[in-house]
Protein backbone atom coordinates (compact mmCIF):
# COMPACT_ATOMS: atom_id res chain seq x y z
CA UNK A 1 0.00 0.00 0.00
CA UNK A 2 1.46 2.70 -1.29
CA UNK A 3 2.29 6.14 1.85
CA UNK A 4 -0.16 8.42 2.09
CA UNK A 5 1.28 11.72 2.05
CA UNK A 6 -0.49 15.04 2.88
CA UNK A 7 0.19 18.32 1.52
CA UNK A 8 2.32 20.44 3.77
CA UNK A 9 3.79 17.75 5.85
CA UNK A 10 8.07 18.21 6.59
CA UNK A 11 10.02 16.53 5.02
CA UNK A 12 11.18 13.33 6.63
CA UNK A 13 15.25 14.27 6.93
CA UNK A 14 16.59 16.45 8.80
CA UNK A 15 19.77 18.25 8.41
CA UNK A 16 22.45 18.66 10.91
CA UNK A 17 21.71 21.91 12.47
CA UNK A 18 18.08 20.86 13.06
CA UNK A 19 18.52 17.82 14.60
CA UNK A 20 21.60 19.50 16.96
CA UNK A 21 18.69 22.14 17.52
CA UNK A 22 15.91 19.65 18.74
CA UNK A 23 18.28 17.54 20.90
CA UNK A 24 19.79 20.52 22.57
CA UNK A 25 16.19 20.70 23.93
CA UNK A 26 16.44 18.43 26.44
CA UNK A 27 19.46 19.28 27.98
CA UNK A 28 18.16 23.00 28.88
CA UNK A 29 18.70 22.43 32.21
CA UNK A 30 20.99 25.11 34.00
CA UNK A 31 22.26 21.41 35.41
CA UNK A 32 23.81 20.85 32.54
CA UNK A 33 24.95 23.76 31.42
CA UNK A 34 29.06 22.34 32.37
CA UNK A 35 28.28 19.10 30.41
CA UNK A 36 28.08 20.97 27.30
CA UNK A 37 30.98 19.33 26.02
CA UNK A 38 29.78 15.79 26.71
CA UNK A 39 26.30 16.37 25.65
CA UNK A 40 28.39 17.78 22.22
CA UNK A 41 29.88 14.26 21.86
CA UNK A 42 26.54 12.49 22.86
CA UNK A 43 24.56 14.20 19.92
CA UNK A 44 27.39 13.34 17.74
CA UNK A 45 27.04 9.99 18.24
CA UNK A 46 23.46 9.94 18.02
CA UNK A 47 23.53 11.90 14.52
CA UNK A 48 25.88 9.31 13.17
CA UNK A 49 24.03 6.54 14.68
CA UNK A 50 20.90 7.58 12.83
CA UNK A 51 23.00 8.23 9.54
CA UNK A 52 23.67 4.76 9.22
CA UNK A 53 20.91 3.64 10.52
CA UNK A 54 18.31 5.64 8.01
CA UNK A 55 16.80 7.61 11.12
CA UNK A 56 15.88 4.31 13.18
CA UNK A 57 16.62 4.02 16.41
CA UNK A 58 15.87 1.02 17.91
CA UNK A 59 17.66 -1.54 19.56
CA UNK A 60 17.75 -5.30 19.34
CA UNK A 61 17.13 -6.94 22.42
CA UNK A 62 16.71 -10.72 23.18
CA UNK A 63 13.92 -12.61 24.32
CA UNK A 64 14.20 -13.90 28.11
CA UNK A 65 14.40 -17.82 28.14
CA UNK A 66 11.57 -17.86 30.68
CA UNK A 67 9.09 -16.24 27.91
CA UNK A 68 10.19 -18.76 25.05
CA UNK A 69 8.56 -21.41 26.96
CA UNK A 70 5.48 -20.29 27.88
CA UNK A 71 2.52 -21.88 26.61
CA UNK A 72 -0.82 -21.37 26.37
CA UNK A 73 -3.50 -23.80 26.37
CA UNK A 74 -7.21 -23.51 24.96
Known amino acids: ?24 IHFSDPAFVPLQKEIAA ?12 GNRLTRERRVPDLLIHITISP
Do not use: S
Open 42 to 53: LIGAAWHGTRIQ
Open 1 to 24: MPANIHKGMPAGKLDRATFDQRMR
